[in-house]
């Protein structure tokens, strides 16, 4: 019997591994982005005029279809998870910086002037004052930047399978077997749906400060 | 003290928010620091704790540079509040007020209970303890933030506009907290505002800064508002301020009338004794006042004219004496004890005298009545 | 050799100019899918949008709807499609329109939801029709954040547009995927740099659209 969840065999992972791989080759950059992104927001907010020019670059960065940009570092990586990482950290990277600017930004002058005269330092009013008012914006961009890096992953099965839940595309096409793509455009959606939910419930658990209010986001 | 010493400070673009200012700020008072925008005021402040670093002249805090000190301790020890509170939204209010103590070493107990006595003494329900602050209204986050600034319990306090962005019965509220909390804790204050009645009302001196951040006039607020030193503080006094002087102005001396005093179930001999007064005051059993009456007619208390509103010698100024003989439809003011019983009537000629006598003595003994 | 001499080459390739493989060909199949995405989604997304923000109801329903495009992943649709359809634009229409509703329609309903109360209420106190006091008064204010979910859409759209190619269909897409399969990097730069340019014309042409259409009074919220 061929179930929902067997997979060919020349995909070489189980739905499981599939999965597994799907979350690593997503994840992982998201991650990295996020990592470079706070120090580069931070530096966005101490100093005015670095700000344009890092919109400007990560606009045209992001304007870059993933998948030439996949076929660009072949030449570096060879047809490997980095390959498709690499783009999918940079996707992160602009969505992130510019909702941790304005995250950042949005804490009251007041409350700057008031850690400022209780003698705070620098860094610890960074970590201690705008890092946590700043947090329900840098959830706002992980949200989006783990949602579109999962769809993406899928895409890097058209440099030599490295799409994880996306190579089951290729044999759904040569194959024709359409639950298989099913299979493969329903299990990344709820992965994405979950990871979102993740998101959010993480969100509430680290603003109980924020006004309940039922937005769409 | 306080001592500014010839401090300018002026702007890479040249503006200069504060001219050779010298201010001497005394120890346990309220100083209050009043202009109009664009006077340097909120910069004077924040010279003090080092917000701001001046361009040229010095301040010392008892006698010390606060250059020497380094910039964190000296913030610490220094309570600051601002307009709109400026608090830490992410935190409930027990751990914003536990700030600074916190900042300062204390264990995470010992500033919680600290805490806890704070906001009993601002007058904050213990409940609101595991808020946030968006569920504060505008009055109560104020309190926070006065809270927070008396935390580790510092020598002096800087309060920039504090009670601006609040409704008047609040900030009338509030004021009041803060005299009341002032004369128990006795605080080196530095009170910035642009409300010149509020200035009169909480300073015990009052610094009128002009635009371009010079100093028009440092004076108690008596003295400001009987002899302003020029035109421009004349003028930001306001067009009243002989009688808003007159709430410096104690009520205690003013001769009292008892004649014209009668219960409602007075016998005609009694009333015969009140006949020579234009107007009788009518009072219930215990002494209250009730309302006027015409003498030589029968007292029925229905009919008797509104009383308007007393004051109390021991407590009011001349300003509320006069205020209730004004408003009084005979023209008398209606004095009063604590109980509210009548003590006895002051006719508007007689608070006029008053009036005039207490200029004659002006500035030498008027004071601590407000 | 760089990826500015590939773009070099690429372009400075008179072979590339012309024809149905020709830059303008593909340049304007390109434009062609991308609208006819964007214009349907717009169809989709504008009008819920707007309903739902001018009651401030539906919110919870919009979110999951808007979640829930933004996770199914439009290369994996775009594949399930031709399964499905065989070869054609549709397969391709869908996952772009799936991609694009979302922006929209999350952007539109924020918008109208968070303006200022108090022109609405006067608004209604002078006697507006609701479609009236939406039209005249939310629609202008809230005109900068709709820009904004419409532009977020279009370069989302014109990237991934791209894909047409995977299943036999021209634009931008088709050096890139070419590119790849007979390994020639300068059409895959070209081609990205093609599709990149793009995107930040349309981000031009945003720009000139909100200078446009924006009240000076209300360019501050953007």
Redesign the interface.
Known sequence: MNGFFDLPSDLQYSYAGLVGLHLREALIPVLAGLVIALPLAQLCVRFRWVYPPVLGLTTVLYSIPSLAFFVVLIDYFGQSETTVMIPLGVYSLVVLVPGIVDGVRSVPRETLAAAEAMGFGPLRRYLQVQLPIAAPAIIAGLRVAVISSLSLVSVGMLIGNQGALGNMLYDASTYHLPLLAVNSVLTTAVLGILADALLVLVRRLLTPWMPRKGAAR | MIRIDAVTKRYDDGTVAVDRLSLDIPDRAITVLVGPSGCGKTTTLRMI?R?VEPTEGGIFLDGADIRRQP??????S?G?V???????????ILDNIA??PR?LGWSKQRARGRAAELMERVGLDAALARR???QLSGGQQQRV?VA?ALAADPPVL?MDEPFSAVDPMVRKGLQDELLRIQAELGKTIVFVTHDIDEAVKLGTMVAVLREGGRLAQFAPPVELLSAPADAFVEDFLGADRGIRRLSFFPSAGLPLETAPLVPLDADAERLAAGADAPYLLVTDADGRPLGWAEPGRPLERDRLLDHGRPFRPGTDSLRSALDGAVLSPTGWAVAVDGEGRALGVVSQRVIGDAIRAAHGRAGADAGAVR | MNVLDLVRAFFGDGAHWHGYDGIPARLAEHVTYSLAALLLAAVIGLPVGLVTGHYGRGGNALALIATAGRALPSFGLLVLMVLWTGLGLVPVMIPLVVLAVPPILVTTYEAVRTLDPSPVDAARGMGMSEARVLFRVEVPVALPLILSGLRTAAVQIISTATIAAYVGLGGLGRYIIDGLYQRDYEKVVGGAALVASLALSTLALFWAAFRLTVSRGVRARA
């Open positions: 704790n917000m910039v964190d301790s000296l913030r610490r220094m600051y601002i307009q709109n509170a400026g608090l830490f939204q992410h935190r409930t700030t600074v900042l946030y602050p968006y933030g927070r800087l």
